[in-house]
């Protein structure tokens, strides 16, 4: 997927491949991490350094992900996956790369 596709909000779940093809080919995106509980559904930008935690390599979507170019298109489907809750990444909103257009 090119990032000229702003408006498509995509879902990786046990796709570790694809996930990694989306990651790579937009990295100025965003990702939901869709755990299930509002502690740990959190929405970062790709360049987030939390999204690159070795422990993790191998098994990045055993919990789904959805992932856009489009911030706002994303804020809304975590709206509608979530039934708990969800927040932005801290660290993603302190460097200032999570804001809505």
């Given at each position: 997927?090119s990032?000229?596709?702003t408006?498509?909000v995509e879902?990786?779940?046990?796709?570790e491949?694809?996930?990694k093809?989306?990651f790579?080919?937009?990295?100025n995106?965003?990702?939901f991490?869709h755990f299930?509980?509002a502690?740990?559904?959190?929405?970062?930008?790709?360049?987030c350094?939390?999204?690159?935690?070795k422990k993790?390599?191998?098994?990045?979507?055993s919990?789904?992900?959805f992932?856009?170019?489009?911030?706002?298109?994303?804020?809304k489907?975590?709206?509608?996956v979530?039934k708990?809750g969800?927040?932005?990444?801290?660290l993603c909103?302190?460097?200032?790369?999570l804001?809505?257009?």
């Open positions: 997927m990032e000229k596709a408006n498509i879902s990786f779940h046990n796709d491949i694809g996930y093809e989306w790579y080919s937009n990295l995106g965003y990702i991490n299930g509980t502690e740990m559904n959190k929405l970062h930008h790709a360049s350094s939390t999204l690159k935690t993790y390599e191998g098994r990045w979507t919990y789904e992900k992932c856009s170019n489009d911030l706002r298109a994303l804020v489907e975590a709206d509608q979530t708990v969800w927040s932005f990444c801290k909103e302190k460097k200032g790369l804001f809505l257009r």
